[in-house]
């Protein structure tokens, strides 16, 4: 019922930049919490990244604390995670998710996301 399109995933060297997208409805992105989770081959699912409704609450998996940005832009109805410094430790398959309990605590965990996007490529390598 709930539809996250994901755009902004791709092919970059390490120390590259990736800003990828994340757009819903209008009315569930502006009332709920946002976050990035990703997966890497034959690793278990990470918490990246997750964003409150009002934007006023971030938080951020210590591994990429200091090189992502999550923000928001709730008139345009989307999430954004700009990814600097790429390291080969963040090739994975990067999925947006929707917390309509608007809770943004650990931004490592994943386990309050009640819906999920279909994820976008990143692969970090040179």
């Known amino acids: 019922q709930l539809q996250l399109v994901e755009s902004g995933g791709g092919l970059v060297q390490p120390g590259g930049s990736l800003r990828l997208s994340c757009t819903a409805s209008?009315?569930?992105?502006?009332?709920?919490?946002i976050g990035w989770v990703r997966q890497a081959p034959g690793k278990e699912r990470e918490g990246v990244s997750c964003?409150?409704?009002?934007?006023?609450?971030?938080n951020y998996a210590d591994s990429v604390k200091g090189r992502f940005t999550i923000s928001r832009d709730n008139v345009k109805s989307t999430v954004y995670l700009q990814m600097n410094s790429l390291k080969p430790e963040d090739t994975a398959v990067y999925y947006c998710?929707?917390?309509?309990?608007?809770?943004?605590?650990?931004?490592?965990?994943?386990?309050?996301?009640?819906?999920w996007g279909q994820g976008t490529q990143v692969t970090v390598s040179s």
């Open positions: 998710a929707v917390d309509v309990e608007n809770k943004c605590g650990d931004g490592s965990d994943y386990s309050q996301y009640d819906y």
């Open positions: 209008r009315f569930i992105l502006s009332y709920s919490t």
């Open positions: 964003i409150n409704s009002s934007g006023g609450t971030k």
